[in-house]
């Protein structure tokens, strides 16, 4: 390590350590100042031994999550940027953490969370044991709605030697045309679920290699589950790691660990997450851990409550829901999700906008008109809307079906709680964006219904 590296180290170290003292964020600055006084600071650092890289559209931040806790379970010391800092200047800014002062590293292993457009930045200076990829998807308009492009992006990152770790159930994401060494993970029908033909967005209409329509053997959502070319016969590849079922009784998912029969302790019972979770597995097993100290380490996994939380007062049960704003994919889960989960009364109170004080919104209202809404149309008794998009929000949703009657405009935090009937009983969900900022917003609301049933 070079004289300049090794100041650059001990200068934004020492940036970051102060910062931190003076409760300030260093999950960003930290890595750019290191970038300014190094440009190959990247290249330059003396990096963990294994380093577990994730991308994708959906669910990088819950899967990366999942790896650092099982590793810390598994007793690996490991460096993560689970934060959430996820470009170039925050990936720096976390492997500064790895680093010595005066250089050398002290980590066994790095999960990193890389952005999908910032893979053809990151990649090129990391050397990474393994990549997964979670899914691809449109996403926000601005940015990176054509998601072919992106996929190509993500092709022209990536390195001979990168083991691909990949969703077999999706067509786009799996189907790279690169020549890395690729294992695929997969989730069967296991919740008897119905499929969703009526999507608004379908990334994969037509075959990828003749142009054909493909035939849906099972359609999920959008473009992923089980798939053929009628023509060519492109489809599915075969899965290496396969979630075949769920056992009730036990709350274990059966896999199928490339022909072995095994049972892990399932994470969260949604299928994302299941996906989510079975993706940890594949990259754990194919790093040479064995089946029994992973499901060890997986048992004490509970996703974080700043993104999944049920709480139960009185005769209303609270469920707080973090999802990604303006990702038409994403929210449009969430309201799936909430479409099929049990409950004699549900409202949503929906938390649909950017509350950092110095954001200017610039986008394009058409995200809302994206959101799968009819699949609630029969299903919730009432959405509180609390957002500055409330315009596009409700006719959005009027649009899908949803009786405008059940849609209400709130003015403020407060105005919330007069909408709500607390005599009867009910499921509130409360979705709301992934930052700070709006966290701690859902968690006010959500406090303040359970003074208001206390009381």
Same mark, same amino acid.
């Given at each position: 390590?070079?004289?300049?590296?090794?100041?650059?180290?001990?200068?934004?170290?020492?940036?970051?350590?102060?910062?931190?003292?003076?409760?300030?964020?260093?999950?960003?600055?930290?890595?750019?100042?290191?970038?300014?006084?190094?440009?190959?600071?990247?290249?330059?650092?003396?990096?963990?031994?294994?380093?577990?890289?994730?991308?994708?559209?959906?669910?990088?931040?819950?899967?990366?999550?999942?790896?650092?806790?099982?590793?810390?379970?598994? !007793?690996?010391?490991?460096?993560?940027? #689970?934060?959430?800092?996820?470009?170039?200047?925050?990936?720096?800014?976390?492997?500064?953490?790895?680093?010595?002062?005066?250089?050398?590293?002290?980590?066994?292993?790095?999960?990193?969370?890389?952005?999908?457009? /910032?893979?053809?930045?990151?990649?090129?200076?990391?050397?990474?044991?393994?990549?997964?990829?979670?899914?691809?998807?449109?996403?926000?308009?601005?940015?990176?709605?054509?998601?072919?492009?992106?996929?190509?992006?993500?092709?022209?990152?990536?390195?001979?030697?990168?083991?691909?770790?990949?969703?077999?159930?999706?067509?786009?994401?799996?189907?790279?045309?690169?020549?890395?060494?690729?294992?695929?993970?997969?989730?069967?029908?296991?919740?008897?679920?119905?499929?969703?033909?009526?999507?608004?967005?379908?990334?994969?209409?037509?075959?990828?290699?003749?142009?054909?329509?493909?035939? /849906?053997?099972?359609?999920?959502?959008?473009?992923?589950?089980?798939?053929?070319?009628?023509?060519?016969?492109?489809?599915?590849?075969?899965?290496?790691?396969?979630?075949?079922?769920?056992?009730?009784?036990?709350?274990?998912?059966?896999?199928?660990?490339? !022909?072995?029969?095994?049972?892990?302790?399932?994470?969260?019972?949604?299928?994302?997450?299941?996906?989510?979770?079975?993706?940890?597995?594949?990259?754990?097993?194919?790093?040479?851990?064995?089946?029994?100290?992973?499901?060890?380490?997986?048992?004490?996994?509970?996703?974080?409550?700043?993104?999944?939380?049920?709480?139960?007062?009185?005769?209303?049960?609270?469920?707080?829901?973090?999802?990604?704003?303006?990702?038409?994919?994403?929210?449009?889960?969430?309201?799936?999700?909430?479409?099929?989960?049990?409950?004699?009364?549900?409202?949503?109170?929906?938390?649909?906008?950017?509350?950092?004080?110095?954001?200017?919104?610039?986008?394009?209202?058409? /995200?809302?008109?994206?959101?799968?809404?009819?699949?609630?149309?029969?299903?919730?008794?009432?959405?509180?809307?609390?957002?500055?998009?409330?315009?596009?929000?409700?006719?959005?949703?009027?649009?899908?079906?949803?009786?405008?009657?059940?849609?209400?405009?709130?003015?403020?935090?407060?105005?919330?709680?007069?909408?709500?009937?607390?005599?009867?009983?009910?499921?509130?969900?409360?979705?709301?964006?992934?930052?700070?900022?709006?966290?701690?917003?859902?968690?006010?609301?959500?406090?303040?219904?359970?003074?208001?049933? #206390?009381?």
């Amino acid at each position: 390590m070079n004289i300049k590296t090794r100041f650059t180290i001990f200068l934004t170290k020492s940036t970051k350590a102060l910062m931190r003292i003076l409760n300030k964020p260093a999950t960003y600055f930290p890595g750019y100042l290191a970038e300014k006084l190094d440009k190959d600071i990247l290249k330059n650092l003396d990096t963990p031994n294994k380093i577990y890289g994730i991308t994708g559209t959906n669910g990088k931040t819950t899967s990366s999550n999942i790896l650092a806790d099982t590793l810390d379970n598994l !007793g690996v010391s490991y460096i993560s940027n #689970r934060a959430g800092a996820n470009v170039k200047v925050g990936i720096i800014s976390s492997l500064l953490d790895a680093n010595k002062l005066f250089g050398g590293n002290n980590k066994e292993s790095a999960v990193l969370e890389i952005d999908e457009l /910032w893979t053809k930045k990151v990649l090129k200076d990391v050397k990474l044991t393994s990549l997964t990829i979670t899914n691809l998807s449109q996403d926000y308009y601005e940015r990176n709605a054509n998601i072919f492009y992106v996929r190509k992006r993500i092709e022209q990152a990536i390195t001979p030697g990168v083991k691909l770790i990949l969703n077999a159930s999706d067509p786009i994401s799996s189907d790279l045309d690169v020549d890395n060494e690729k294992v695929y993970y997969d989730v069967l029908n296991i919740f008897n679920e119905k499929e969703r033909r009526d999507s608004k967005i379908n990334d994969m209409i037509y075959c990828p290699k003749c142009s054909s329509k493909i035939e /849906w053997k099972f359609n999920r959502y959008h473009h992923y589950g089980k798939f053929i070319c009628p023509n060519c016969g492109f489809t599915n590849p075969q899965a290496d790691y396969i979630v075949e079922s769920f056992d009730e009784t036990t709350d274990k998912l059966i896999v199928n660990d490339r !022909g072995d029969i095994v049972e892990l302790p399932i994470v969260q019972k949604t299928i994302e997450n299941v996906y989510n979770q079975i993706s940890i597995y594949a990259i754990l097993r194919e790093d040479g851990y064995n089946h029994e100290d992973i499901a060890k380490a997986m048992e004490k996994i509970k996703i974080t409550e700043d993104r999944y939380m049920i709480d139960k007062v009185g005769n209303k049960e609270i469920i707080n829901l973090n999802q990604k704003l303006y990702n038409s994919v994403s929210i449009s889960r969430f309201y799936d999700n909430i479409s099929k989960y049990e409950a004699k009364r549900k409202t949503i109170i929906a938390l649909s906008q950017n509350l950092e004080s110095k954001y200017i919104d610039h986008r394009s209202p058409g /995200w809302a008109f994206e959101i799968d809404f009819q699949y609630v149309t029969d299903e919730v008794d009432k959405i509180i809307i609390l957002s500055k998009h409330y315009p596009e929000l409700v006719l959005a949703m009027i649009m899908s079906g949803i009786d405008k009657d059940k849609i209400i405009v709130a003015k403020d935090e407060e105005d919330i709680l007069t909408y709500i009937v607390f005599s009867k009983e009910e499921t509130i969900f409360i979705t709301y964006d992934i930052f700070k900022e709006n966290i701690a917003q859902a968690n006010r609301i959500a406090n303040m219904i359970k003074e208001k049933v #206390r009381d």
